[in-house]
């Protein structure tokens, strides 16, 4: 391919993005990139480092990276926020068999490349803050790219009756990391039909 094709198509590439921030955010497309680098960053330093980490000492001095996709903000969305007249608790299966007890508070529905999505969330029994949600989620990519026990995004309303998901926060349960974790699993509801090739990619150990 000739170098004028290439920077061309890289021109392209930076339009294209400029106008998906202006129409989804106020952040530049360089300062959004730079947050999700940073939030990359620290979740590396947590595994690698941190106390609480889900590797034992000796994975960790052989942990080297996390597997991500391409950052792609065509996976941030702003959705919808459809609180449940009811809001009853779900009992969420467990990675070792047992539950875990949350609230069923809100459905969160955008549209996604082009299909209308409804995702459920919900909220800790232990959470003090009611603008918090926690989202578990499997796709497409599950068990295949992506931990098959899905992923999770940690979410807080932004607005009166709506909330931005940025699928590119994507991140891996514990248990992806250590099966002696109990991780929760995602609900029926949030199964979806289509691959979400952003986020973090499945663990590898080393």
Not at 42 to 63: A, C, G, M, T, V
Not at 170 to 190: G, V
């Amino acid at each position: 391919m000739k170098s004028k094709n290439i920077l061309i198509i890289g021109v392209f590439g930076v339009i294209t993005l400029a106008i998906v921030y202006t129409m989804t955010s106020t952040e530049s497309p360089e300062l959004y990139l730079e947050k999700i680098e940073k939030e990359r960053e620290k979740q590396y330093k947590f595994i690698k480092f941190n106390i609480d980490s889900p590797l034992d000492e000796e994975h960790k001095r052989h942990f080297k990276e996390l597997d991500f996709y391409p950052i792609d903000p065509e996976f941030k969305v702003r959705a919808k926020l459809v609180p449940l007249e009811e809001k009853k608790m779900i009992e969420l299966p467990m990675t070792d068999g047992s539950v875990e007890k949350y609230l069923k508070h809100s459905f969160a529905e955008f549209d996604l490349n082009g299909k209308p999505q409804k995702l459920l969330l919900l909220q800790s029994i232990k959470e003090a803050d009611k603008r918090n949600f926690f989202l578990a989620f499997a796709d497409v990519t599950s068990g295949e790219e992506t931990y098959g026990g899905g992923r999770y995004i940690n979410l807080r309303q932004d607005g009166k009756n709506s909330i931005t998901i940025d699928f590119n926060l994507a991140y891996n349960p514990y248990c992806a990391y250590n099966p002696d974790f109990a991780c929760p699993l995602p609900p029926k509801e949030n199964l979806m039909e289509i691959p979400i090739p952003v986020g973090e990619k499945d663990y590898k150990k080393e």
